[in-house]
């Protein structure tokens, strides 16, 4: 990523930040706010992709499972089924 690309992130990262905190500071306090909130925010993010990575692997799993278990219920070997648990 070159320089005027961060810094442009920056500046917008920090102005915005600066508005949701009502805080007035300069526009080069503002970009560095900014461009420091980037390194850590992206530092944090890519801690916890690496960590839920996993157990967010897990979830889709056991949620995969649950609809393929679903769907056998309903359209296994008995076939699809009506109220009181009758073949329609």
Request: charged share 10%; no cysteine; hydrophobic share 60%.
């Amino acid at each position: 990523m070159s320089i005027v690309v961060l810094v442009i992130i920056g500046a917008a990262a920090g102005f915005i930040a600066t508005r949701l905190m009502r805080i007035e500071a300069d526009i080069i306090t503002t970009i560095v706010v900014g461009i420091l909130g980037a390194l850590l925010g992206g530092l944090v993010l890519r801690l916890l992709l690496t960590v839920m990575g996993a157990m967010a692997g897990l979830i889709g799993a056991i949620l995969g499972a649950l609809v393929l278990i679903w769907l056998w219920q309903i359209y296994g070997p008995k076939g699809p089924r009506g109220p009181g648990g009758r073949r329609r």
